[in-house]
């Protein structure tokens, strides 16, 4: 009896007719094309991705990736050249880059300086580098580097305890990339200056604000911020898109110099070397090449004789 049944109920499972479902319009639709479309669609799909992957992640950088390759340009029309170093480029031979270093067929006129970060942090080769850079005849900047955790009162305080600027250096440079996720545009706004505001009273010039294009326009677009010197970060575009007024631009991060290992930031002011001058502390003593020249000697013998 068991085997009968066995044979029965395979019998009974061959005959039962098999229900397959059916396909969904969509895909009848496609069935019924022809096999050229399906190769037109692939190339469309290919060529949609290509556009996409060239537009947001080519396009942009397209700039950095030839500088990388050693094609590096600079922007045109500029003649004074310059750069900005922190402790990231390590031990600077000096001499070297005062006698060899050269952006465009033209020497480096000034040197921006991380300072201070917050109102805790001094950046480790900023004495080497602040002192060097007076010997070897550069114009020098000292910038600090706003920080989301501290207050601006208490950073502006601790960039003058350890920032002491002389004649014909270039105003105090605050460095503004975040904004505090705690305060309101306007609460940051106010910040930003009462830090330059406590600034300038101390040294007696104008600070100058760095930031890059599209901070700038969302946070410090106010007219208010006008009235200081701005040193804009613009990466791999052949001129600035700002059309406001501007002194310094930052136009690649990815430069190379002998006497710096690695890469360093290349800048550049939007003006004469007399301009530039004209923009350093005590500039109505030191206005001019050969004052500027008598002044900096001057103060590299101070210096020398504050070492001794």
Known sequence: MTEKRKTISSKTRHTSPVRHKRPGLFVRMLQLLPDWAYWIGGAAVVAVYVWFFYYFFVSPFGFRWRALYGDLSSPEGYEIHGIDISHYQGTIDWEVLRNQGMIDKCPIRFVMIKATEGSSRVDPKFKDNFEQSLEYGFTRGAYHFYSIHSEARQQAQFYIDNVKLLRGDLPPVLDVEHKPTHQTDEEFKMSVLEW????????????????????????????????????????????????????????????RLPGIKGYVDFDIYNGSYYDLRQLTIGSQETIGVDAYRESNDSDTSALQNDRK
């Open 196 to 255: 330059l505001e406590i600034i300038e009273n101390h040294y007696g010039v104008k600070p100058i604000i760095y930031t890059y294009y599209k901070f700038k326009m969302q946070y410090l677009s106010e007219e208010v911020f006008d009235q200081y010197p701005y040193w804009i970060a613009h990466y791999y575009v052949d001129s600035v898109e700002y059309r406001g007024a501007w002194k310094f631009w930052q136009y690649t991060d990815v430069g």
